[in-house]
Structures are given as structure tokens and as C-alpha cells.
């Protein structure tokens, strides 16, 4: 379950920026006007105009996918010269910052756009610089075929014939993609090489059946011919892919998937504003996890008393839907959650307009349970929202496809729902896109994005949310059991990369810690192998929960739930230190100097 975050290229398709309606920040009157700029605000704002214009001129992907769409038909970002000249940029805009705007005599809020700003230079250095995914991992030159095309027919922002238009002229440059990667990857994974061949074939199908049936109604003869020529092209191109990772890549494919300790630290830091150690956090993992499979064993004794509590959450597990009902089962659920909020007053619902249901792209398929994908920001046209769910593979034999279902069992579907759609991302994403800035309206934190998910999985049941009872029993085991897995990927997260867990041992973790399945333990375990910072679900429930308990010591009778919660997800999805420093009124301190 999860909105992807923003670390890589097919991230940015589906999560860099948030927002999914045509509402906009209220009008001011002129009684309400705001007062005028001062100049560090106008140097701040005119510095974040200046990068947006270039970082979407050097990545047209992440211009499309925040509703900006004079490069759609372009396709940059993967040749060696481009990723230098980022690096270089990157660097030169770090270093002017500080120099261009004067951070201490900017107000809180646009000190905190400063600080995710120049943290999110520091993020993107480290990435190109450090991390290095275009070396190390082959699935990052999947993400530029299959995002770059996908994006132009995900949404109707344009006619057809348009987008068609734009589809090929980047499918001229994807064969180029593919001849880049070969000289670019050393010494990957062996695990990575191996999902990549696993992606592949949805970025195959893709190009093969997907697009063809896309872009089918487009009457224009010339127009056809032009894309199924680069359509001949593409798939060429991926054809020698396929055999690049099968023969050559593969069989040299020795490199740890590890970053280290010194990376993860600097990434925390940049990416979701935590600078506690390594040792500090796993220890809290631990510790959580042990309290949270008591809680379960605690609740399964109430359901069957006597009973193993892995076999009551197992046969839970056995109510699902058909495959083919997944779609429309999901559905059904939504509307009773949304109304939840409403009657209870848990948070205010922003829109009328809904979230629609729809089966997760074929060519994301292996790393992805759920996931919310929404509008970009600057979108007038198609803005909307998409909360996506994975089906079986049709290749499965009965055992694994049951095994996948048993995720959308009808105690834990409503669960994902309330994370990934009420009120969870969709809605979290609902008031993003009223936010006038620009940049907590582009770029966010995963620990504040995939917390608030968690977070609100557990507070509904809290509020009341299912009723009493064995029912509310059996919503409670799956509660605990989806954040029992959360916790084993924060512990995996972190024990992975910098305390030398293996593959294996990962597997066994969410097998024996968390009580997942093995088909499900080994998806989870691939995925921590290159999302690092997958722990953002627990760490930012953990940081959420502290914050609601400030606040409710610093407002006393003031506090209610929904000022909190509306409090909160009206500063976009910044890191949740961000957040606090907003939501208390207490100054930020200066980030650290590197």
C-alpha cells in the first residue's frame, strides 16, 4: 500500500505533485487582502520561479505530471552530459540561495518553503551523486519509457489526437533511453536486474497493447503510421533490453544494494527533517513492534479464544473478493468511509469530487500493492484522481493468487481505502492543492505523506469507525497487521542499509515479525532493497501522534480532532518537523550546514 514518493522518475508520474481538483485558495476581499511582500519574499519567490522553470525545461516528466505541458513531447534527463550538467545546477542553485534570499527575515511560512527548498537540492545531489540509481539500479531506465508515455494517457488534458502527438515524440527518444543504460549500469544487484526483468514485461505490454489501444479512435492515417513506427522502434529497443539484463547484466550483476549509514543519515535529514540516529530509531522500531504484536495477540484471543492468533488473522485473510471484482468492491467501500468523516467530524472533506477506482499500470505491478494517483497542481483540465489496486498476475497458480487476494480481505480493504483515499492521501492531497505555495504545493516528505496514511488508519478505528464488537475486533487485527507491517519495513529499512540485513533475513522479518505471507514478504523484501526510506510510514505516524499530543497540551479546550487534522494537511505534506514548528508557532531552526 503506498503513494509513491518522489525519488524516482516513475515516483514523480504518480506522486510529485499532489492535488486533484479545480478548487483553488479562496479569493480575498479587499478587508482580507494579504499584506505586501517584503523583499525577502519577493527574493524568495522570484528564486523559486526561476528553478521551476528550469527543473521542468530539464525534466519535462515532472512538468507533465504537475499540469504543466509545454514539454510533452520531450524527453531529457537520462544521458550522461544531462546528469552532469543537473549535478551542476543543482550545486550552483544550493550555493546561491543563501546569497539571493535573506532566510532570517523571511515569516515562518515561507522559511519553511526556504528550508524544503534547499533541501531538496541536497536531496537531489545525493541522489545523482551518492546514491547514484542510474549506475546502480536498471529498472530506473524502465521508469523513463514507461512514465513518459503513460502520463500522456493517464489523464484527458488534452485531446487525444494531442497527446498522440506528444506520445511520439517521445517514443522517437526512448530507443535512446535503452542505449544509454548499458554504458551507465555497473555492477547492480543481482535482485534489482531480476525485478527489472520482472518490469520489463509490463513495459513491454505497455508499448505493445496498451498505448495501440489508447490512442485507437485517433482517425488521423498519418498520425497512426507515425506511432506505429516508433512503436516498432520501442519495442526493438526494449527486445534488446530484455536481452541486455538477461545475458549480459545478469550474469555481472555482484553490487550490494546497501547505501550505508552515512547515506540514510543525510537522506533523513533532507528528505523528511529527522536527525536522530540510526541506533535511536531501530531501537524504537523494535520496541513498537514487540507492544504492537502484543496488542494483536490480544485481539485474536478476544475473536477465538485459545486459538494461534496467526491462524485468526490468516482465516480473515480467506474473505476476499474475486479478482474480478476488486475494482468494484473497493468502490462500494468509499462512500461509507467519506461519509465517517463527515458525520463524525473528523476532518473537512474539501470537494464533492471523488476518487475513481481503477486496476494498478501493468508495468508497476511488482512493487505496488495500492497507491493514490492524482492531478497535478497546475492542472485545469484532467484533474482526476485515480486509487489504484493491484489484481493477481493471470500467470499465478490458485495458491499465489489467493495469497495476493487475502490483502483486500474485507477487513483489511476498508483499511487500505481509509489510507489511501478517505482520509488519507486522496484527501491530504484535497487540500495540498489549495495551498498558494508553490513549493509545498510541489515537493513533499514521504514521512509526512505515508504517516498521515498510517496514522489515519488507526485513528478512524479509534474514533469509532466500524462500530463495536467482533467486528470492530477483526477491522482491529487487520489494523494491527498492516502496521505491523509497516514496522518490519521501518526495521528492514534501516537494518538493510546500514546494519548489513540481507535479502533472506528480510523476508523472514515480515514472515515471523509481521505475519505476512511468503509471496507478499518477498515483495515487501525486494522493495526495501531499493527504497531505503521505506520506514516513512511508521516514522511519520510516530511523528504525528507526538504532534497531536502537543497540541493537545498547548491548545487544551481548544483542541478538537478536526482542528487538528485541518491544521495539519493545510501546509501541503512538508516534513512533520516542518509542520510542528507551523502548527505551534515556534520559530524553525536553521538547518544544518554541510
Not at 550538467?85 to 546561491?96: D, G, I
Not at 535503452?178 to 527489472?196: D, E
Not at 514521504?446 to 469509532?464: H, K, P, R, V
Request: glycine letters at 6%; proline letters at 7%; a neutral charge.
Amino acid at each position: 500500500m503506498n503513494a509513491l514518493r518522489p525519488t524516482s522518475v516513475l515516483a514523480a508520474l504518480l506522486l510529485l505533485s499532489p492535488g486533484c481538483t479545480s478548487s483553488r485558495p479562496p479569493v480575498q476581499t479587499a478587508s482580507t487582502a494579504a499584506p505586501a511582500a517584503t523583499p525577502a519574499q519577493v527574493a524568495l519567490r522570484a528564486f523559486v520561479d526561476a528553478h521551476l522553470e528550469e527543473h521542468f525545461r530539464r525534466s519535462p516528466m515532472s512538468a507533465t505530471s504537475a499540469g504543466l505541458h509545454a514539454h510533452d513531447g520531450e524527453l531529457r534527463g537520462f544521458r550522461p552530459e544531462e546528469r552532469a550538467s543537473n549535478l551542476a545546477y543543482l550545486k550552483e542553485r544550493l550555493a546561491a540561495l543563501p546569497t539571493a534570499v535573506d532566510r532570517a527575515a523571511l515569516p515562518p511560512e515561507d522559511r519553511a518553503d526556504y528550508d524544503i527548498l534547499e533541501n531538496h537540492f541536497r536531496a537531489r545531489i545525493l541522489e545523482l551523486e551518492t546514491v547514484r540509481s542510474w549506475e546502480r539500479n536498471p529498472n530506473t531506465y524502465l521508469g523513463f519509457a514507461s512514465g513518459s508515455v503513460f502520463q500522456l494517457i493517464n489523464r484527458d488534458f488534452a485531446p487525444l489526437e494531442d497527446r498522440m502527438r506528444s506520445a511520439v515524440k517521445r517514443m522517437a527518444v526512448v530507443p535512446e533511453v535503452f542505449a544509454a543504460a548499458p554504458a551507465s549500469l555497473q555492477n547492480p544487484p543481482k535482485l534489482w536486474t531480476q525485478i527489472a526483468l520482472e518490469q520489463v514485461k509490463g513495459t513491454r505490454a505497455l508499448y505493445a497493447q496498451t498505448l495501440p489501444q489508447a490512442f485507437a479512435p485517433v482517425k488521423d492515417a498519418a498520425l497512426q503510421a507515425a506511432f506505429q513506427k516508433e512503436q516498432a522502434r520501442c519495442l526493438e529497443a526494449i527486445d534488446g533490453y530484455i536481452r541486455f539484463l538477461k545475458d549480459d547484466l545478469l550474469p555481472r550483476s555482484n553490487g550490494d544494494f546497501a547505501i550505508g549509514e552515512e547515506t540514510y543519515r543525510k537522506k533523513l535529514q533532507y528528505e523528511e527533517g529527522v536527525t536522530e540516529s540510526i541506533d535511536s530509531l531501530l531501537a524504537w522500531g523494535r520496541s513498537e513492534m514487540k507492544r504492537t504484536q502484543e496488542e494483536f495477540r490480544a485481539v485474536a484471543a478476544r475473536i477465538a479464544p485459545g486459538r494461534a492468533p496467526m491462524d485468526v488473522y490468516r482465516e480473515l485473510g480467506q474473505e476476499h473478493p474475486a479478482p474480478a471484482e476488486l475494482v468494484a468492491t473497493t468502490t462500494a467501500t468509499l462512500e461509507g468511509i467519506r461519509q465517517f468523516l463527515i458525520d463524525h467530524r473528523i476532518i473537512t472533506v474539501p470537494s464533492e469530487v471523488r476518487a475513481k477506482v481503477a486496476e494498478t499500470p501493468a508495468f508497476n505491478r511488482a512493487l505496488s500493492f495500492a497507491s493514490m494517483s492524482t492531478a497535478g497542481p497546475f492542472e485545469t483540465k484532467a484533474t482526476e484522481a485515480y486509487y489504484y489496486v493491484t489484481p493477481p498476475d493471470p500467470a499465478w497458480s490458485a495458491e499465489q493468487t489467493g495469497q495476493h487476494m487475502s490483502f483486500y480481505n474485507r477487513y483489511a480493504l476498508p483499511l487500505v481505502s481509509i489510507h489511501e483515499a478517505y482520509p488519507g492521501h486522496y484527501v491530504q492531497f484535497l487540500w495540498t492543492h489549495r495551498i498558494q505555495s508553490k513549493v509545498r504545493r510541489l515537493f513533499g516528505s514521504g514521512s509526512f505523506s505515508e504517516g498521515w496514511g498510517l496514522y489515519t488508519e488507526q485513528m478512524m478505528l479509534d474514533e469509532g469507525y466500524g462500530g463495536t464488537g467482533p467486528e470492530a475486533d477483526r477491522l482491529r487485527l487487520n489494523q494491527l497487521a498492516l502496521y505491523l507491517q509497516r514496522l518490519a519495513r521501518y526495521v528492514a529499512g534501516l537494518s538493510l542499509h546500514t546494519r548489513g540485513m540481507t535479502y533472506d533475513q528480510a523476508v523472514r522479518l515480515f514472515e515471523e515479525e509481521a505475519y505476512m505471507t511468503r509471496i507478499n514478504a518477498e515483495r515487501e523484501a525486494r522493495r526495501g532493497t531499493s527504497d531505503p526510506t521505506y520506514l516513512v510510514y511508521a516514522l511519520g505516524k510516530k511523528m504525528l501522534m507526538e504532534l497531536r499530543e502537543e497540541a493537545k497540551v498547548k491548545w487544551g479546550r481548544d483542541f478538537t480532532l478536526q482542528r487538528f487534522h485541518d491544521a495539519v494537511v493545510s501546509h501541503g505534506y512538508p516534513p512533520v518537523p516542518i509542520v510542528r514548528q507551523l502548527l505551534l508557532g515556534e520559530d524553525a531552526a536553521p538547518p544544518a550546514s554541510h
